[in-house]
Antibody, heavy 121, light 111 residues
Framework: QLQLQESGPGLVKPSETLSLTCTVS??????????WGWIRQPPGEGLEWIGS???????YYNPSLKSRVTISVHTSKNQFSLRLNSVSAADTAVYFC?????????????WGRGTLVAVSS | QSVLTQPPSVSGAPGQRVTISCAGN?????????VHWYQQLPGTAPKLLIY???IRPSGVPDRFSGSKSGASASLAITGLQAEDEGDYYC???????????FGGGTKLTVL
């Protein structure tokens, strides 16, 4: 059974960089036709797609966040990561990592439990 | 403002049937991209409920069904149960944004 687990600091200062890692277990991150994505959910709000990556490094970002986001894949560790720079209070959210199945236009079929990141001084 | 439009809330009594709509446009649902539905119970991660417009993953009860017509999609829940109470999201792909898009979510209340 595929499992995903987010990890990283729960508190980030304004203007600094948010960094999270998603560790995938139960299957290879290099499986064909599967992408890997980050989604976030501000407190009391809906889901927002941040971006997705294929294991060879192809990336797709939400245009509203593109200038601040970098998603990377680390195949030897079966991990992928998120960096969001110049954060503000508006970036406070639960961050989920998920598998995007059946291509870039597919469905998020496996999710991590999510990790709350607060932006505050 | 979400790219996909859902009603903020729906409600129904136990045993009843409710539907949740998801309206898109010619860049997403209307461009023949699949619609997927997720259930998010309080304090938990979203769970895949329907994929490929109409397909239920293993373990999802057949009380849940999906449909798609033109640039819109719907999720139907029959035989409402108290445990169905939570938030429901639709998701698709948008060619103009070159990425995944979610609806704003619908809160289901079982009366």
């Amino acid at each position: 059974q595929l499992q995903l687990q987010e990890s990283g600091p729960g508190l980030v200062k304004p203007s600094e960089t948010l960094s999270l890692t998603c560790t995938v277990s139960g299957g290879p991150i290099t499986s064909s036709n599967n992408y890997w994505g980050w989604i976030r959910q501000p407190p009391g709000e809906g889901l927002e797609w941040i971006g997705s990556i294929y294991y060879v490094g192809s990336t797709y970002y939400n245009p509203s966040l593109k200038s601040r986001v970098t998603i990377s894949v680390h195949t030897s560790k079966n991990q992928f990561s998120l960096r969001l720079n110049s954060v503000s209070a508006a970036d406070t959210a639960v961050y989920f990592c998920a598998r995007l199945s059946s291509g870039v236009a597919g469905t998020f079929d496996y999710w991590g439990r999510g990790t709350l990141v607060a932006v505050s001084s | 403002q979400s790219v996909l439009t859902q009603p903020p809330s729906v409600s129904g009594a136990p045993g009843q049937r409710v539907t949740i709509s998801c309206a898109g446009n010619s860049s997403n649902i209307g461009a023949y991209y699949d619609v997927h539905w997720y259930q998010q119970l309080p304090g938990t991660a979203p769970k895949l409920l329907i994929y490929g417009n109409t397909i239920r993953p293993s373990g999802v009860p057949d009380r849940f069904s999906g449909s798609k017509s033109g640039a819109s999609a719907s999720l139907a829940i029959t035989g409402l149960q108290a445990e169905d109470e939570g938030d429901y999201y639709c998701q698709s792909y948008d060619s103009s944004l070159s990425g995944s898009v979610f609806g704003g979510g619908t809160k289901l209340t079982v009366l």
